[in-house]
């Protein structure tokens, strides 16, 4: 068995980085991140509803702007049909709201706060995408 994408400092780097920007808009937001309820209050809430825009357009404007100042080549490969992602996406938005949050806000926020509900949330996540994996390759 080959271990292809094992980068452990890498991922030091990127968690890290991610605690930090989650420590900062908690510091100048007072509010936890998380994408799902982020994109709702973009679209539901009059107050602070730029706040949540510019962090939405920063998830997607980010790593352009890395690729272009590291001159490395984003490559983004789709390989199923688009209602079977227009499905999974509605899946994943009512799975956000039945449990509560998603999974960086339960991952990354919830967790950092000892939230039982949070851990719990993130264990299923992990158990039923490390099954879905399990599955899809060996059925």
């Known amino acids: ?61 980010g790593p352009i702007l890395y690729a272009l100042i590291s001159n490395k080549e984003i490559n ?12 999974a996406g509605l899946l994943v938005g009512i799975g956000t709201r039945i449990s509560g949050g998603c999974t ?6 919830g967790i950092g706060r000892f939230s039982l509900r949070s851990i719990i949330a993130t264990i299923t996540f992990m158990v039923v995408g490390i099954l879905t994996v399990l599955i899809k390759n060996f059925v």
């Open 1 to 61: 068995m080959t271990i292809v994408n094992f980068t452990p400092y890498s991922a030091l780097i990127g968690g890290a980085i991610i605690g930090l920007a989650v420590v900062i808009f908690f510091l100048f937001n007072g509010r936890l991140v998380g994408i799902s309820g982020i994109a709702a209050n973009a679209l539901n809430q009059k107050e602070r509803r730029i706040d949540n825009i510019l962090f939405l357009v920063g998830l997607i404007v």
């Open 76 to 87: 983004i490969s789709i390989s199923n049909s688009l209602s079977l992602l227009i499905v």
């Open 104 to 109: 960086s806000g339960h991952g990354i926020s």
